[in-house]
């Protein structure tokens, strides 16, 4: 029973560090990153898509994004979408493609950044709390039920706690890797 709610938790945990590497993609470094234009929808034939459905995104070099439309019509609502997200980016066209420089950071900003890559390790190590103490309190309630030994329980939040442990440590480290990917001059 107790191995039920371990793995239930180890699978939850999962994906909560899939959910934190996800968000710290969306987060600007100095460098080309096509997951920073994954939030950007283009409008087309009259429903908003993804810009990765409708363009293909590559990187031209450590500072430029280019983004060729499927179609050419597409080029002045690329252009539309990528300068009125809020990601600061001024892109440029020409008949065949979308060119999106990426702007040097200031030492102002790389600091601004890296505080919100420490607000959503954060977050996510919040989010763990939560799904821990849940946990905790099924097998609390197993005890109280007597449907596990007290020995069994206190091996079991043992468990958890080494669990959640070790999955702050990966939190920690992945933010700590952000940090200096947005430090990197």
């Known amino acids: 029973m107790t191995a039920e709610i371990l793995n239930t938790l180890e699978s939850e945990y999962d994906e909560i560090m899939t959910g934190l590497r996800k ?3 969306k987060i600007r470094t100095g460098r080309a ?5 994954d ?3 283009v409008e087309y034939y009259g429903e908003y898509v993804p810009l990765n459905q409708v363009a293909t995104l590559r990187i031209a070099d450590a ?7 499927w179609e050419k019509d597409l080029i002045p ?5 990528i300068r ?3 990601l600061g980016l001024n892109p440029m066209s020409d008949s ?3 060119r999106v420089p990426i702007p040097a950071l200031s030492g102002e900003r790389r600091e601004e950044l890296s505080d919100l890559a420490s607000q959503e390790g954060e977050d996510h190590k919040i989010a763990l709390r939560k799904k821990r103490r849940a946990a905790r309190d099924e097998v609390e309630k197993l005890e109280n039920n007597s449907e596990i030994s007290e020995d069994a329980e206190h091996r079991a939040l043992d468990e958890i706690d080494d669990l959640t442990q070790k999955y702050q440590s990966k939190i920690d480290e992945v933010v ?3 940090i200096d990917k947005i430090q990197d001059v």
């Open 33 to 37: 990153n096509t997951d920073m234009l």
């Open 39 to 41: 939030d950007i929808r």
């Open 63 to 69: 500072r430029l994004i280019e983004v060729q439309p």
């Open 96 to 98: 065949e493609l979308v």
């Open 23 to 25: 968000s710290l993609s």
């Open 84 to 86: 009125s997200s809020d």
């Open 77 to 81: 609502e690329i252009e539309k979408a």
């Open 176 to 178: 700590e890797e952000k």
